[in-house]
């Protein structure tokens, strides 16, 4: 009898903490964290439903969940609506620990603080970056923009405004050859010389201290090269692969799978790939990753006065 009361006040006792957590459900599985790709295998990222682990070795804390384990990959994540100005105004803690690691070639994948840094590469896109900054600037988010040199040229009016809104800007290479660090140091530099000329015509007071490869094909030549251009290497720790629609589909399929790789794998530090160019369903899923990432961490553009650790 006297167990059974012990019992049921451990069992309230958990359910209490349960409604007073201020964690996000889709966020506390540590289990979800191998569904992002941290630094050097990209291959191994998400899988589709990250997480169908009821893991009973691993984790002896028991969860107050009133349902049986169900594998469906339940994402309470609640989505923002498709259209309208977005809000930030909530705040939440997450406890998880810091980012580690190195990237391919010696890059960086994390801020070297707490800050976590998104990045936006392939543009500028005429339809979808505009969409990102706007966003950004609803939130008051800074954000590090990872541009093409070619496309950079063709839309000086977009690098102006990424620039203008205080983003940090990033050279993506010319035309993003992933094959980039097989042609030799001397394409490199004209490479990368060229894209940044690209963008530095229309923001000459920019400056551009960050460089990162082509599909993150990172060669220690070519981290080297960039080196001596003034620009450090950036990797990612998170990826939520918003490229491979063969793997997670297109639309809201693609979203939820965004938005629930991001939650899960972010941890302080992280820097967080996504894409901007030709990518609307990462633009969607931001809509609602912004609200809940500003609420968790400080979101910082990339620094350009002090070089990352
Ligand atoms: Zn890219």
């Known amino acids: 009898m006297r167990r059974r009361i012990a019992v049921s006040a451990v069992v309230l006792l958990l359910g209490l903490a349960g409604?007073?957590?201020?964690?996000d459900p889709a966020a506390s599985p540590s289990a979800t964290s191998p569904s992002v790709s941290v630094a050097p295998s990209p291959s191994d990222s998400?899988?589709?439903?990250?997480?169908?682990?009821?893991?009973?070795?691993?984790?002896?804390?028991?969860?107050?969940?009133?349902?049986?384990?169900?594998?469906?990959s339940p994402k309470p994540t609640k989505t923002t609506p498709a259209s309208g100005p977005i809000s930030c105004t909530g705040t939440a803690t997450l406890n998880r620990p810091r980012a580690t690691g190195t990237g391919p070639g010696g890059s960086i994948l994390r801020t070297g603080t707490d800050a976590v840094a998104l990045t936006f590469d392939d543009g500028p896109d005429p339809i979808n970056t505009p969409k990102i900054l706007d966003m950004l600037r609803q939130c008051g988010v800074k954000a590090t923009f990872c541009l093409v040199g070619f496309r950079a040229r063709d839309r000086p009016d977009l690098v102006r405004r990424i620039h203008e809104e205080g983003h940090t800007l990033c050279n993506h290479s010319?035309?993003?050859?992933?094959?980039?660090?097989?042609?030799?140091?001397?394409?490199?530099?004209?490479?990368l010389r060229a894209t940044n000329s690209a963008i530095l015509k229309t923001v000459p007071d920019a400056k551009i201290a960050y460089f990162r490869a082509p599909g993150g094909n990172f060669t220690t030549e070519m981290v080297q090269v960039a080196k001596e251009l003034g620009m450090q290497s950036i990797y990612w720790h998170v990826d939520p692969r918003d490229w491979d629609s063969s793997s997670y589909g297109k639309g809201s399929a693609m979203?939820?799978?965004i938005v629930s790789s991001v939650e899960g794998g972010v941890r302080p530090g992280s820097i967080i790939l996504s894409h901007d160019n030709g990518k609307p369903d990462t633009i969607t899923a931001y809509r609602t990753l912004l609200p809940w990432l500003k609420a968790r961490f400080d979101l910082i553009g990339l620094p350009t006065d002090t070089p990352l650790p």
């Not at 409604?19 to 964690?23: D, E």
């Not at 899988?47 to 682990?53: D, E, I, L």
């Open 255 to 257: 979203v939820r799978h």
């Open 174 to 191: 010319w035309q993003h050859l992933t094959d980039l660090g097989k042609r030799g140091r001397d394409y490199m530099l004209k490479d």
């Open 46 to 72: 998400p899988s589709p439903s990250p997480s169908p682990s009821p893991s009973p070795s691993a984790s002896p804390s028991p969860k107050p969940t009133p349902s049986p384990p169900r594998p469906p």
């Open 19 to 23: 409604c007073t957590s201020t964690k």
